[in-house]
């Protein structure tokens, strides 16, 4: 099966701020098939959102490469939805202006099919009635919806989340969990996810990337063979608990895997 995202010998590096280099990652290979939601977990500071940098384009590795339906990664591409751990809505535009900015911004207007494209995903997100209201008139959960419908209107094949429930209540956050998944039924698209909670990476994925400690690299894959559609019932199963005691000992590991 062709791979959608596909990182190779990936090593990436950066300056600090008093002039000395510090190796994010190291020697990453990881491969993800169409429409596969795919988890990253790890220690703070081992890489994870520098993955997804990667994979948007945003940056450059230092050695080794990304490629994305087997093209090299040179740029930012359309094909890339992404939500940051923050909603970064714009305070002075609606909610349904906020959803197709990026099309404003990128070609100064906006057409009537995107506008009701972001209409349906209002709707879709479960905020049909708030077309209207500014961002400070939303809950925190409400705003990361408007993130999300903001990233699904130019239908990317690929998602790339950054925490984007970490910022919420405990409540707020299951909730939210269970709304991606609602909306990855609807849509699929291959998702690649940054958390630190085994939680919801096991509710999410097919599959979690345990990354070790700075230098960053692929310690454990770990396939989740709970049946879909998950729902509020996977939470109380054996199996569920089972692994999220098996991935935590992995994660918190003070021995991290070498590659």
Known sequence: ?????????????????????????????????????????????CGKSTILRLIAGL???????????????????D??????????????LSVLDNITFPMRHK?????????????????????KDFGHK??????????????????LLHDPDILLMDEPFSALDALTRDEMSFELLRIWNERPKTVVFVTHSIQEALL????????SARPGRVADIIDVPLPR?????????PVFHEMANEIR??????HPAHA
Do not use: C
Not at 9 to 33: I, Y
Not at 137 to 142: A, K, N, Y
Not at 249 to 254: L, Q
């Open 134 to 151: 500014q961002p400070h008139e939303l809950s925190g959960g409400m705003q990361q919806r408007v993130s999300i419908a903001r990233s």
């Open 59 to 77: 940056i450059k590795p230092s050695q080794g490469e990304v490629r994305i339906f087997d093209l090299p990664v040179t740029e930012p591409r």
């Open 107 to 127: 070609y100064g207007h906006v057409e009537m099919k995107e506008e009701a494209r972001a209409k349906q995903l209002l709707d879709m997100v479960g905020l």
């Open 249 to 254: 000992v992995k994660v918190f590991s003070k």
């Open 1 to 45: 099966m062709q791979h959608v995202i596909d990182l190779n010998a990936v090593t990436q590096t950066f300056v600090s701020s008093d002039g000395s280099p510090v190796t994010a990652l190291q020697g990453v290979d990881l491969h993800l098939r169409r429409h596969e939601f795919v988890s990253l977990i790890g220690p703070s500071g």
């Open 229 to 237: 559609p998950r729902s509020l019932a996977t939470l109380a199963d």
């Open 204 to 211: 999410l994925s097919d599959r979690i990337v345990v990354m």
């Open 79 to 92: 094909e890339i939805g992404m939500v940051f751990q923050k909603p970064t809505l714009l305070p002075w």
